[in-house]
């Protein structure tokens, strides 16, 4: 097992819609780099049921997963395994019977309580696809909430998707939070008749309820801000894609969404995995991974990109 000195962890959590689009490449690229520069990192496949994120790291199944955590009780620090990587230690995700919606609500709080209580500077999330609500609860958590896409129609599709799900999922929580449990939900059920056709106009029709709703969301969602990030960019015009889904997400969802970073394409990441090499180790002066680099840098200062036409 890891160990780790005790500090406050600062967690991130990786998403995308759905599998496929590279999260956990990325995740376990930037989870090595912190690693490499001196920052103690714990990585959670959190994908239920399907976890691979090893096989980024060049490792094997591990023995133990949140299987031990949710069936034997054991404390999540325990069931740290070495990743290879100085550093850096790794929690895979339930590889027998689990699945996202198999966990009760008590689990999952208990898991939160554990993932805030890791002795670590940085916990890294890997969220495995769908929008069941204990996938977005999970994505919630994250301190950085990152989202990653390909340039593709039905990948961006999805990502919408999903963001939209997980803003409707953070505005019903924050205001049950102060006993308006069910204003939302009434207000998306009669859309029609009320004329809102976008979270936005959701948005601004329950800040016309009352001023304490309007000051509640305000104070609230103030500084509720994702991170996107585009993957297997192959040329310009791919790369300013990420300009437009930042300005939709303000248009449409009331949500404000930095562009964190993009990483072009390259044949060798398939190489790695095949060959159970770790990307920013066998290809660390690759275009690919000063690119990584930059996103993390840019995810640890709150830093974005934008690109011009």
């Not at 069931?79 to 850096?88: A, F, P, R």
Request: net charge positive.
């Amino acid at each position: 097992m890891a160990s780790f000195k005790k500090r406050h962890s600062e967690i991130w959590a990786v998403g995308g819609g759905k599998g496929g689009v590279g999260k956990s490449f990325i995740l376990s690229s930037v989870g090595s780099h912190l690693a490499l520069q001196g920052k103690q990192v714990v990585l959670l496949d959190a994908d239920l049921g399907g976890a691979n994120l090893h096989t980024f790291l060049g490792m094997n199944k591990p023995a133990i997963s949140l299987t031990d955590f949710f069936d034997d009780k054991l404390p999540l620090s325990e069931l740290i395994v070495d990743s290879g990587v100085d550093n850096m230690g790794l929690l895979t995700g339930a590889i027998r019977s689990l699945a996202p919606n198999g966990i009760k609500h008590t689990q999952k709080l208990k898991l939160f309580r554990h993932i805030e209580e890791l002795e670590t500077e940085y916990v890294l999330i890997d969220l495995g696809g769908g929008i069941h609500f204990n996938t977005l609860d999970t994505f919630l958590l994250a301190d950085k909430m990152i989202m990653v896409v390909v340039p593709e129609i039905i990948a961006i599709e999805n990502m919408y998707h999903f963001l939209k799900n997980v803003f409707y999922r953070k505005l019903t929580n924050t205001l049950s939070a102060y006993g308006l449990k069910d204003i939302v939900r009434k207000a998306w059920q009669n859309r029609s008749e009320l004329n809102i056709t976008s979270l936005k106009e959701l948005v601004d029709h329950l800040k016309g309820l009352s001023k304490r709703v309007e000051d509640i969301i305000n104070m609230e969602l103030s500084n509720f801000t994702v991170y996107i990030v585009l993957n297997q960019i192959r040329n310009h015009q791919e790369i300013i894609i990420g300009n437009y889904v930042t300005s939709v997400c303000m248009k449409y969802f009331d949500l404000k969404a930095e562009y964190a970073g993009y990483i072009e394409y390259d044949s060798f990441v398939s190489r790695c995995i095949n060959e159970r090499q770790l990307y920013m180790k066998a290809n660390s002066s690759s275009s690919c991974a000063k690119e990584i680099k930059r996103l993390t840098r840019n995810l640890l200062e709150g830093k974005h990109i934008r690109i011009g036409n």
